[in-house]
């Protein structure tokens, strides 16, 4: 409690800002006019300290692995910038604090130790004792020494759950939350337009919707406990010309207003995101640094956005460096600011002293450096930074008690690798265990991925991002490769394993003991896919774009060799993107298509080759059939789908987006329109049966895509709308209800404006884009309307048991509305 004349229950002058029972911009107003220009300047800046460090320093020396690189683009060439000493760095207060757990292996009580350190220095050396924001990565978990690896972000596509990833995100945030951590740089929802790009494992798919409706619940996940979301790459990063990381982007407003942006606004809308990273991009010539129109006109007044705008990663100085819109990183700190971004990250280059010599010169005015600096003033004293009780070591209070890979993280990382799993076709090899077929005695398991868990991990897991700098600490958590995982999974089989070769590189030494072990064998698992990496270290990830969509080194060659023994071949892609699989299709026995599923990822595949897993996952990208001619995704308007006869090339996919098969079998059917014709103000409902008619328990995901018969402009042939994981028993039927408001068909027309026509609807409803047995149609009627951030942006779904059934909605599309 806190009297009139501003003294604590306790008796203590407290200051303004530091005064819990005022309102926060309040707090925020008197701590911004007690502070001086160059105070204000220093919270837009962050420290990494350890950018500096290399693998021998602290602890046992060590060889520093060779081949290893950068965490982060172009890191050696800034490292300088951290060797200021702190003292001098914070003496008018700092914004941030860079990765004190993801920048080297710590435990959490030695990283707890680290931020107490840390914050005690900037409290201590500057005047108003303002202390920093501590951010981390947390893309596939936090991203520390031992914390649990959750499957890479193209996984929760798979899984079509937004409720499940909801809870992942929770327990990410708590454990980081629990360390003196205040914010977390993801969710992605950079949308997928190019599967060569490197970065598509941290995505979640190439549909809006999806990305939407997943994102939010991350965002929802994360908040909740206490940590600022931040989404990144705002925007258009991942449609970079020829799938260059960093390349330019050259797309339109309206493709960037109608693919990329939706995701964004609905995480922000939906699930409450307080913070926003720029692309590295630029998008028709604009890096979006320097993009007011992005990041002020409708970030801010547009779409009502509050929060933080942090820069990626050195984002500033490329803009003199990399794109040359700046002469210098001076001049590129004055564009970023003046476009919206508020706080320079990793460390301070763009936003330093110089500011405030241009304030006084009169060459940059001083309310943008307030604007900034109040953004992030809010933040820290929405998350208790300034209350008088406050202290570094009450942040990490958590420490000494928190498991970074607890066994409920465990727990939860094997129910989202078991959900992502995709059975792309058990052909008549699976499921090994049951239906009928004799039990193998011998299995040779193959390929690259086979003993390997670091293939199932992103490039931002710690064992794959930090620790090949460290190669004597392993992979600091425990993570059963498959080889070990079908050890278990089968234990009356012989097993034998040959790797036959590597991820990369056309060693092809290893083929004859792989070719003998598969002779040998009355089943043969091939594992082959991806290695992350940073920066052209690995297959996937950052920097490690691909020339074309065939199987990295010689893997398709192993495989081709394998299916010419005779023997059975179960086919297991391990991969952060979709590969052309149409030269392996036709000669395996059997398809499953595992992103990245994580350290549980091995008993998760295994569990689904044997059978005792039930695979549910559903395509979040297509699988290509060819390599080459780069397929673009299902979200093509007609001229971009096989045009029959007018070009060779044939894009259609070898399994569409939403593709996924089970052990069970279910029918989608009974189709019901409530409305024949409904208002461009209106909404509508569709309704479907779907019903188990196989002879297990089984888990679908029914899919709602519409289509705008005739519109202004080109329009996608087929467009998720809507979606809904059902849980069925064998017989069990239930009914899945859509209510669709006619702001979900809203578009940006010629005056790129978004708006919700009259017209024809066509209405499908099924198992994937090309599986839809239920079609109808719907009219919109009355005058084209012209909506805003204020349309309505979920279509909510309602699953209850048909009459005399039962049934469980497993996540749907209803942002908890369900």
Sequence with gaps: MTALDGTSAVGRILRPWQDPALPVADRVDALLEEMTLEEKVGQLGSRWLGNDMRADQGGEPEEEAEGTANVAPMQDVFAASGRVPLEEAVRHGLGHLTRVFGSAPVTAVEGAAEVVRLQSEVVKHSRLGIPALVHEECLTGFTTYGATVYPAAIAWGATFDPDLVERMAAAIGRDMRAVGVHQGLSPVLDVVRDYRWGRVEETMGEDPYLVAMLGAAYVRGL????????????????????A?????????????????????????????????????????????????WLLTDLLRDEWGFTGTVVSDYWAIPFLATMHQVAADTDEAGVQALTAGVDVELPDTLGFGRHLVERVRRGELPEPLVDRAARRLLTQKVQLGLLDPDWTPEKSVAGAPVVDFDSPANRALARELAERS????????????????????????VVGPGADDPRTFMGCYAFPNHVLPRHPGLGLGVAAPSLLDALRAELPDAELVHEPGCEVRGDDRSGFAAALRAARESDVCVAVVGDLAGMFGLGTSGEGCDAEDLRLPGVQEDLLAELAATGTPVVVVVVSGRPYALGGVSGTAAALVQAFMPGEEGGAAIAGVLSGRVQPSGKLPVQIPRGPGGQPGTYLQPPLGSNSHGISNLDPTPLFPFGHGTSYTTFAIDSLRISDAEVPTDGEFTVSVRVRNTGGRAGEEVVQLFLHDVVAQVTRPVRQLTGFARVRLEPGASALATFTVPADRTAFTGRDLRRVVEPGDLEVFVGASVSDLPCRG????????????????????????????????????????QS
């Design 777 to 816: 149609r719907v009219r919109l009627t009355g005058p084209p309307r012209h909506v805003g951030p204020d349309r309505r942006l979920v279509t909510r779904v309602d699953v209850r048991p048909a009459p005399g059934s039962s049934a469980t909605h497993q996540g749907g599309t209803d942002a908890g």
């Design 244 to 292: 260059r990381n960093h390349g330019p982007v050259p797309m339109g407003r309206r493709e960037l207003m109608d693919m990329i942006l939706p995701a964004f606004e609905t995480a922000i809308v939906e699930g409450g995101a307080r913070s926003v990273m720029n692309s590295y991009s630029d998008v028709d010539g604009v890096p979006a640094a320097a993009d007011s």
């Design 223 to 242: 908040e909740g406990a206490g940590i600022i979301a931040t989404l990144k790459h705002f925007a258009g990063y991942s449609a970079s010309r020829a």
């Design 421 to 444: 799993i995709v059975l792309l076709d058990a052909g008549t090899a699976l499921p090994l265990l049951g239906e009928g077929r004799p039990e193998p005695r011998r299995v040779a």
